[in-house]
């Protein structure tokens, strides 16, 4: 009594047994430690899209803002606060505000945008915000970071 009988079941019902934990012990072991990814550490960083504008054919123009919160759109990533600092990650975080720049002038149809000049240029290289307490709007929905 008090043993299991597996004698008669289909192979899959040991599988089953097995991945449940009931084929042996079960416990935390090396195998179980999830490696956070490099680009998931650290904490939320946002470069801020600032007095980007796009232009339309008529010779009117627009700011470039994140419409979602009427603010400024902003490209963020997970960094360590020593790495903005240092600027390690500075043209990676560059390049992520450019691909969003771009995505929210792609909605508007300018006739032209400032991304790529602002981008190259360096514009907005100064405007980095710590996406946390009173500034988590800038980060976006799907950015997920694992402080370090």
Not at 26 to 43: A, F, N
Not at 108 to 113: G, I, P, Q, S, T
Not at 121 to 146: I, M
């Amino acid at each position: 009594m008090g043993r299991t009988r597996l004698r008669g079941r289909p192979a899959w019902a040991l599988g089953v047994a097995y991945l449940l934990g009931l084929g042996g012990v079960s416990g935390c072991g090396d195998d179980d430690i999830v490696e956070i990814p490099e680009e998931l550490r650290g904490e939320p960083w946002c470069m801020l899209i600032v007095g980007t504008w796009g232009h339309y054919d008529d010779g009117s123009s627009e700011m470039i803002l994140n419409e979602a919160t009427g603010s400024a759109a902003a490209g963020c990533l997970c960094a360590s606060r020593d790495d903005i600092l240092a600027g390690t990650r500075h043209d990676e975080l560059n390049g992520v505000a450019l691909d969003i720049c771009q995505d929210i002038a792609a909605t508007k149809n300018f006739a032209w945008d400032e991304c790529q000049e602002d981008h190259d240029s360096g514009y907005w290289l100064v405007a980095y915000v710590h996406a946390e307490g009173d500034d988590a709007h800038f980060k976006p929905a799907g950015l997920q970071c694992y402080g370090e």
